[in-house]
């Protein structure tokens, strides 16, 4: 019988490094492995399951769906769309919303609005500005609004209209608008190039930008959102609100799910100009659903904030006893730190070997993006972990 990763290597496309580990079953902040081994999970499946794993409210809104009703097209209304739509408009002051599957796809959605809106407003404006080091997701319009050469220059040519200048300088965006550009894509907080948190000046001075050259502002709320930074949206620590912002990742606690919410004014969709088979599903919208009232009936929001305290805390208090650590960072649920040497996959593999899941964004820079239901506690186990294999570097 060949093993699951002999399997892996012969017939899934080359696309993942992965830990050696088959991962099956999950409860709270905790998975298990094939053999039966505990991990304390600080990643929540790259900051999805919110509620950590097999949350028996979210378990059962997906039970009941299931055998209600799984899937049928947008060509009719579903409750549970209509349900979650209103959820999260209502929450953010957004005005329309659009379910997609992903968020890729979501951000797709922001792009298209976006052109759409430049050319009703704006003389056929089509550029969009994004900041170096962003990540907006893998297809090729998102990869291009992805500040990050390496990941583009595989599929050159890029789609036409996306610059990207760098992250917290106004005064680059300022320089790279033009007549044609229509809209500033960023995220509050860059995810996946290892936590990189925007300055509050430079996101209030972007906002006030937008409205002086009526450009859209969109924020990249996939992994900020759904209550990751201690608010319901990271721009809610800056008081902006965004024309258009975008939501994935734990908006269904781990369903495939992705959402554009656009202001009134910018939701410039007239029918046929945008649609999906799948995208707002009732089987992904219950889930959502569910994640939501979870959300605020067990206050995760306030948690994150509070468990994220303790977390920066205690990274500081790693770095204070390990010289290996050069800085750490962190928003609510949202931590990194970074190491002087390229030690930063040995870090999460020894890690492993301890029982403990942690996610390296780079060579020298560990995340920790953990469910929002941690405890103080959960919090401190990891900690301590981390401490030992510092210890045996
Ligand atoms: C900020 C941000 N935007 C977009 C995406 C892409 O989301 P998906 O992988 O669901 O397409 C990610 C994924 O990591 C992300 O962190």
Redesign the pocket.
Known sequence: MPTWQELEAKYYMKTFVRQPVVLVRGEGCRVWDESGRPYLDMVAG??VNILGHGHPRLVEAIREQAGTLIHTTNLYYTIPQLQLAELIVERTRGGRIFFAN??????EGAIKLARKYGRLHRGGAYQIISADD??????LA?VAATGQPKLQAPFAPMPAGFTSVPFNDLEAIERATTPETCAIIL?VV???SGVNIGDHDYLVGVRRWCDEQGLLLIL?????GMGRTGRFLAQEHHEIIADVF?L??GLAGGV?I?AVVATEKASVFTPSDHGSTFGGNPLACAAGVATMKTLIDEQLIENSARVGAHLLGRLRWLQARHSVIERVRGLGLMAAFDLKQDVAPAVVRAALERGLILNNTSARTVRLIPPLIITAAEVDEAVETIDRVLAAL
């Open positions: 790259l900051a992903s968020g890729a796809e979501a951000n962003s990540f907006h997701g893998r297809t998102t995220e860059q995810g996946e990249d709320e996939i992994q900020t975008t994935a990742k495939p992705g």
